[in-house]
């Protein structure tokens, strides 16, 4: 099945008026538009995005969609069973690394918190001090 494109070459009144709305949109789409118009069957664009379009429509078709699940990533398979087992044990990984990763950073983030509650403490305590001596013994 072929698709036929609403723009087509030369000047027709749905041509115009999807240019028109493309200059109204943004002038760089209408240009792009009129450029079609002009030019597509002489650069041959009308054929490459067809082929594009095609070969997007029949790839979508051929690798197909799979339920997420651990190691789905986008959601494709390639239709080959050893890669695909492959991959996922890859993803698995990946992920189990990640997860780890976090955890580290988590610690981490804990450690750096006691350290600046300890400083604050200590920085406090100083403070304290020193305005004590200043001021002298406290007055109750």
Aim: avoid cysteine; charge should be positive; charged fraction near 30%.
């Amino acid at each position: 099945m072929r698709s036929h494109s609403i723009v087509r070459n030369g000047f027709n009144p749905v041509s115009i008026t999807v240019m028109v709305l493309g200059f109204m949109l943004a002038w760089p789409l209408g240009l792009m538009v009129l450029a079609y118009i002009l030019w597509g069957e002489r650069f041959g664009w009308r054929a490459r995005a067809a082929a594009f379009f095609d070969g997007v429509r029949d790839g979508i078709a051929r690798t197909g969609f799979r339920s997420a699940g651990p190691g789905a990533g986008f959601g494709f398979t390639t239709g080959n069973a050893a890669f695909d087992a492959y991959r996922a044990r890859e993803l698995e990984r990946l992920e189990a690394e990640r997860r780890r990763l976090d955890e580290e950073r988590r610690e981490f983030e804990a450690y750096m918190n006691h350290l600046r509650r300890a400083r604050d403490q200590e920085e406090f305590d100083r403070f304290k001090a020193e305005r004590s001596r200043r001021r002298g013994p406290d007055v109750m």
